[in-house]
């Protein structure tokens, strides 16, 4: 794996006065043997876009190269219980100062509870579940002893929130269903992606806007307007504004110029690009 990546990963960074340094929340690359059918299998689900870039790593680290990308969190999903052990030890050997791989383990796994042991264990900083591939509402109370696991291994949750591209319009993983689980369980380290909800952003408007909730912006602010991206990068606090991009699903330099578009203002600005991130993910890089 390390020998197919670019010899200097970190040429290129924060070249040019305009390039922000920022950390991705949000991305997905395969091993390299696996990244041309899984990306093939993803872009033939209905709904579904084509991806931006190869699914590799290596092809990952080029992008965040070319968009002045310091760190980008690579999230798994687990679609069966059985792919854990090989997600989690690919997790473990990609993880590095530029990689901060999020592995996933299916909720009704009849291991899940050690499944959260094994990832702490290993060292990594969170781990990533999505409703809609892995089949339960975000507050189905078969997952509570999970949440409660979650909740005091002190692991960062990555969250699909919202409607899904490939998937009926069913609410599974929504606002209302975020204040629910926050709720009951006020310190998990819950991320919702996608703006607090993906095409369902009149709910975090009704629901999450202002409050200390971590949201990050991936595959998001392409479906607003200005003015709507503004309404709400402008409406929550700067503290829980995260950067994330779903690459491959869209480009990271693009996004990043989206953002530096927007007129957020230099503090705002640094508190979601990588401020926020760094902090969530025990950096202490400047
Ligand atoms: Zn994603």
Redesign the pocket.
């Known amino acids: 794996m390390v020998e197919s990546l670019p010899p200097n990963p970190v040429s290129g960074v924060a070249e040019g006065p305009q390039m922000a340094k920022a950390v991705d929340f949000?991305?997905?690359a395969f091993p390299d043997g696996l990244a041309a059918k899984a990306i093939a299998t993803l872009e033939a689900q209905p709904g579904n876009p084509k991806a931006v870039l190869d699914g590799t790593l290596g092809g990952l680290l080029r992008s965040m190269d070319a968009a002045g990308i310091e760190t980008s969190v690579v999230?798994c999903?687990a679609t069966k219980p059985e792919q854990f052990p090989s997600i989690l030890n690919w997790c473990r050997s990609i993880a590095s100062e530029r990689i901060v791989p999020f592995p996933s383990f299916h909720p009704f796994d009849p291991a899940a509870l050690a499944r959260i042991d094994a990832v702490r264990e290993a060292g990594l900083k969170g781990i990533k579940l999505?409703p809609y591939y892995q089949g339960f509402d975000m507050d189905d109370p078969r997952l509570l002893p999970i949440y409660e696991a979650l909740q005091e291994s002190g692991l960062l949750h990555l969250s699909?929130t919202g409607f899904d591209t490939a998937f009926p319009r069913i609410r599974k993983c929504d606002a209302v269903r975020v204040l629910r689980l926050l709720d009951r369980f006020p310190r998990l380290r819950l991320v919702t992606?996608h703006l607090g909800g993906w095409q369902d952003w009149g709910e975090t408007r009704r629901h999450l806007l202002g409050r200390p909730i971590y949201m990050e912006i991936?595959?998001s602010l392409e479906f607003m307007d200005d003015a709507a991206a503004r309404e709400l990068l402008l409406g929550h606090p700067k503290e829980y504004l995260l950067f994330g991009t779903?690459s491959p699903?869209s480009d990271q330099k693009r996004t990043v110029e989206r953002v530096l578009s927007l007129g957020l203002g230099a503090e705002r600005e640094a508190a979601l690009l990588h401020d926020n991130a760094r902090r969530l993910l025990g950096r202490t890089t400047t």
Do not use: M, N, V
């Open positions: 949000h991305t997905h999230a999903i999505h699909h992606t991936s595959y779903d699903w």
